[in-house]
């Protein structure tokens, strides 16, 4: 079945870095595009980045665009999202998501979520 597993999340200082990893199974990774959506508490969704399979399209929230990058490593079936310049407003759950085909969509269609990393940026 499906599993994806987030890890790397943890508490930053403003101005700091974390990298969030999504290790993913079940399917075939290398065809299926992938996004990263956060929540703050308190709040609704927020789309944050999303990748297609082979990585050649890529698109960021403009909340995080110029800070964050996601990327993934298909032979490891991993995906990340390198977090730079880290602001008290990115503190969220962080939610990586397997979307149904090889071509990330704008907003994101979802088939499958992780169980969530928090992040807590705060001095």
């Known amino acids: 079945q499906v599993q994806l597993v987030e890890s790397g999340g943890g508490l930053a200082q403003p101005g700091g870095s974390l990298r969030l990893s999504c290790a993913a199974s079940?399917?075939?990774?290398?065809?299926?595009?992938m996004s990263w959506a956060r929540q703050a508490a308190g709040k609704g969704l927020e789309w944050v980045a999303g990748?297609?399979?082979?990585?050649?399209?890529?698109w960021y929230g403009d909340s995080v665009k110029g800070r964050f990058t996601v990327s993934r490593d298909n032979p490891k079936n991993t995906l990340s999202l390198q977090m730079d310049s880290l602001k008290p407003e990115d503190t969220a759950l962080y939610f990586c998501?397997?979307?149904?085909?090889?071509?990330?969509?704008?907003?994101?269609?979802?088939?499958?979520w992780g169980q969530g990393a928090q992040v807590t940026v705060s001095s």
């Open positions: 079940g399917f075939t990774f290398s065809n299926t595009a």
């Open positions: 998501a397997k979307e149904p085909f090889s071509s990330t969509m704008r907003p994101p269609t979802v088939e499958y």
């Open positions: 990748i297609d399979g082979n990585s050649r399209n890529i």
